[in-house]
């Protein structure tokens, strides 16, 4: 059975809006590992607009699974890599106006330097994936330049907006898993997945991790509404009870 990565930037992209302490992505984590999860991520983008250094460093002393570091191709994030040692790194390309990660790294287009940057995580003990569109010719370039795993980007079959297309994506996908197995990669998936699309794809057997983000943290915030306010009624009925 595929194993579930949570990512909780969402969490540390609240905090920000406000520049507060809460809600922490740590105790979310935290959160998310009792629930289940078999891994946590993190995405430290160049601009900090969620994650913080602060958070990495705790997580790396608080997750009791497994440590997925998404990070760009930086001389900075390859030395705080290098520094905190989670468990894993993803490498992904990085723009500073996107609005979250769009499209996978090109491999292709720079094999020498990533080979340079895997085996610099690699002799660090740093598991790495990389994460790239279910193209054939970026799998084959991802098992040149030594990564461990791909993760396939399922964002263009999460955004299908007809039957078809959603079954040609899904092709794609399988075929793609299929083919990254083929070359002794391992295979995980992630982007856009959420509660109706996880059916399809838990059906590739390929894929071994479904790194999730938003779905569940959009979720966390709805089932998890109805009893925080009833916290706050409570608090505002029944002041004397609480011990004032
Ligand atoms: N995998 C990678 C490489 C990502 O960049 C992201 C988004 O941060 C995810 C998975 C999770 O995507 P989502 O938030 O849509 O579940």
Do not use: C
Request: glycine fraction near 6%; hydrophobic fraction near 45%.
């Amino acid at each position: 059975m595929a194993r579930l990565a949570v990512n909780v930037d969402h969490v540390a992209t609240l905090r920000q809006a406000r520049r507060a302490k809460n809600p922490d992505p740590v105790a979310a984590a935290i959160l998310a590992e009792l629930g289940g999860a078999n891994g946590i991520v993190v995405h430290l983008r160049e601009d900090r607009r969620h994650i913080q250094d602060r958070d990495l460093e705790l997580l790396r002393k608080t997750v009791k699974t497994h440590l997925n570091l998404e990070m760009a191709t930086t001389e900075e994030m390859i030395s705080i890599a290098t520094r905190i040692k989670p468990d894993r790194v993803t490498l992904v390309p990085e723009r500073r106006e996107e609005l979250t990660t769009e499209g996978g790294l090109n491999v292709l287009d720079q094999e020498g330097r990533l080979q340079d940057i895997i085996s610099v995580l690699h002799k660090n003990g740093i598991e790495v994936s990389l994460f790239i569109d279910p193209a054939i010719s970026q799998i084959q370039a991802a098992s040149r330049v030594g990564a461990d795993v791909v993760e396939l980007h399922t964002g263009i079959f999460a955004e299908a907006e007809t039957k078809e297309e959603r079954r040609r994506q899904f092709e794609i996908l399988r075929n793609a898993a299929k083919a990254a197995r083929e070359l002794g990669l391992h295979v995980h998936a992630g982007h856009g997945v959420d509660y109706e699309n996880i059916l399809w794809l838990r059906e590739i057997p390929e894929i071994e991790e479904f790194s999730i983000g938003h779905a569940i943290i959009a979720r966390a915030i709805l089932v998890g509404m109805e009893k925080a306010v009833r916290d706050m009624v409570e608090l505002i009925r029944n002041p004397l009870e609480r011990g004032k």
